[in-house]
């Protein structure tokens, strides 16, 4: 069985600050894939970033960046100088060749001006 | 493309009664899903498809019902709704089992 954990529940912080969400996952497939999606206000879900079991490297998109380690099980998500507008909730999912997403019970960020 | 479309964004209903959710996607994708968010629990799969023609339960299939007659779409449907139903519900698509999926804007369902 699969399962995504994230500890955190509520972030809150001051503009311009960093947010690093954390997000633990259990699986005993050998190839996954592991995703980031942000659900702001407004109630849809947004894809944010997408990491292949099989690729390590840690990268950088805009003021987002991840930390994927597979040693620790461990996929983190960090805004870098949050905005208002990113105050939301951030979900970690984890899904294998059959299809099926799994997800954790979400982080919500709020970003005070 | 209008990507994954669900109808409609609101609905109320009272114990008993049944209806469709509908779910829509233009963009030729295979595999498409239905997961249910609840406070607290974040998404769980309820069906999911890998074609037309072709359905599965995902983790909590129970009292709803999928058919994939197309591509294109692939409704949700309740047969005799409960309390224990109210929830967001939303579509997901993707073009390869592998593939992101991504999401339609979601229907919220009250029964009372």
């Known amino acids: 069985a699969q399962k995504v954990t994230q500890a955190q529940t509520e972030i809150s912080v001051v503009e311009k600050e960093d947010v690093t969400l954390d997000c633990v996952y259990e699986?005993?497939?050998?190839?996954?894939?592991l995703f980031w999606y942000k659900q702001p206000p407004s109630g849809e879900l947004v894809f944010l970033i997408r990491?292949?079991?099989?690729?390590?490297q840690n990268e950088i998109s805009g003021r987002y960046s991840w930390n994927f380690q597979k040693s620790t099980s461990s996929f983190n998500f960090t805004i870098t100088a949050s905005q208002v507008v990113d105050s939301a909730v951030y979900f970690c999912?984890?899904?294998?060749?059959?299809?099926?997403?799994?997800f954790g019970a979400g982080t919500t960020v709020t970003v005070r001006a | 493309n209008a990507g994954v479309t669900q109808t409609p964004k609101f609905q109320v209903l009272k114990t008993g009664q049944s209806m469709t959710l509908q779910c829509a996607q233009d963009m030729n994708h295979e595999y498409m899903s239905w997961y249910r968010q609840d406070p607290g629990m974040g998404l769980r799969l309820i069906h999911y498809s890998v074609g037309a023609g072709i359905t599965d339960q995902g983790e909590v299939p129970n009292g709803y019902n999928v058919s994939r007659s197309t591509t294109e779409d692939f409704p949700l449907r309740l047969l005799s709704a409960a309390p224990s139903q109210t929830s967001v519900y939303f579509c997901?698509?993707?073009?390869?089992?592998?593939?992101?999926?991504?999401f339609g804007p979601g229907t919220r369902l009250t029964v009372l």
């Open positions: 999912a984890l899904g294998s060749n059959d299809y099926k997403l799994s």
């Open positions: 990491r292949n079991s099989f690729d390590e």
């Open positions: 699986t005993r497939d050998t190839t996954y894939y």
């Open positions: 997901a698509s993707s073009l390869l089992e592998t593939d992101t999926q991504y």
